[in-house]
C-alpha cells in the first residue's frame, strides 16, 4: 500500500476512533432483556454489517466495527432502549440500498469497496441525489456504529472487550492500587462489565 494511502487510512481511522468519547445513547435509559430476536431481516443486516465494514474496517491497526459488535448493539439498542428509532432505522438501511442501486445498479451490500465508499461518501456530504435525509442517517448511523464499538458490552457491543483493547481503556475499576498510578506503566486490562459483572461479562 502505498505511505500516502496507508497515512489517510490511519488518520481516518483514528478520527472515527477520536469521536467515540461518547456515552451511549442506549445507556441513558433501562436496558431491556435481550430476546434474542433480531429487529432486523437477513437482507437488512446484510446492508448494516457491509455500511459499519466500509465506516470502520478490518485491518492492520485493529478489528472493525463488525467484529467489534457495533451491528449486535444497534440491534439491541432497537430492541430495547432505542426502539422509537426502529421504523426510522430501517428506513435509512432501505434508503441507502435504493440509493445504491440507483447510482450503481446493484444492493449496497454487494458493491465493491471502492463503490461502498462512494456512497457513504454522498451521504456524507449531501451529495447523494434523490437521498434527501443522507446526511442525517449517516451520521446516526456513524454515532451508533462508533457506540456499539466501544460501550460496556453490557450493552451487546465491544465484543470481548475488542473496541477498549484497541484504545487501550483497560476497563472501569471502583479503586486502583499505586501499581496502576505509575507513570509509563502499562494497566492491566480489567475485563469486567461496570453494569454486567454478575451477568456473564
Known amino acids: ?18 469521536g467515540a468519547a461518547l456515552v451511549p445513547v442506549a445507556a441513558l435509559a433501562p436496558a431491556a432483556p435481550s ?17 459499519a465494514n466500509r465506516l470502520v474496517p478490518s485491518d492492520e491497526l485493529g478489528p472493525g466495527a463488525v467484529e467489534c459488535g457495533a451491528v449486535s448493539y444497534i440491534d439491541q439498542a432497537l430492541g430495547g ?3 422509537d428509532e ?18 450503481h445498479n446493484t444492493a449496497f451490500a ?7 465508499d462512494a456512497v457513504l461518501t454522498a451521504m456524507e456530504q449531501g451529495s447523494a441525489t434523490g437521498f434527501e435525509s443522507a446526511r442525517a442517517v449517516f451520521a446516526r448511523f456513524r454515532r451508533l456504529t462508533l457506540e456499539g464499538m466501544f ?7 465491544n465484543t470481548s472487550f475488542r473496541g477498549w483493547d484497541m484504545i487501550r481503556y483497560p476497563g472501569p ?26 451477568n456473564g461479562h
Not at 35 to 46: C, D, I, L, P
Not at 110 to 116: A, F, G, N, P, T
Not at 173 to 198: C, F, H, T, W
Open 81 to 83: 432502549a432505542l426502539a
Open 151 to 157: 460501550c460496556d458490552p453490557y450493552y451487546g457491543g
Open 35 to 51: 430476546s434474542g430476536q433480531s429487529v432486523f431481516s437477513s437482507a437488512e443486516r446484510k446492508t448494516l454489517e457491509a455500511f
Open 1 to 18: 500500500m502505498p505511505q500516502d494511502d496507508q497515512e489517510s487510512r490511519t488518520f481516518s481511522r483514528r478520527t472515527l476512533i477520536a
Open 110 to 116: 454487494d458493491l465493491s469497496d471502492e463503490q461502498k
Open 86 to 103: 426502529k421504523t426510522s432505522f430501517i428506513q435509512g438501511l432501505a434508503d441507502i440500498d435504493a440509493y445504491a442501486r440507483k447510482a
Open 173 to 198: 475499576r471502583v479503586a486502583v492500587s499505586p501499581d496502576d498510578q505509575k507513570m509509563r506503566v502499562e494497566i492491566k486490562p480489567y475485563r469486567r462489565s461496570a453494569l454486567g459483572a454478575n
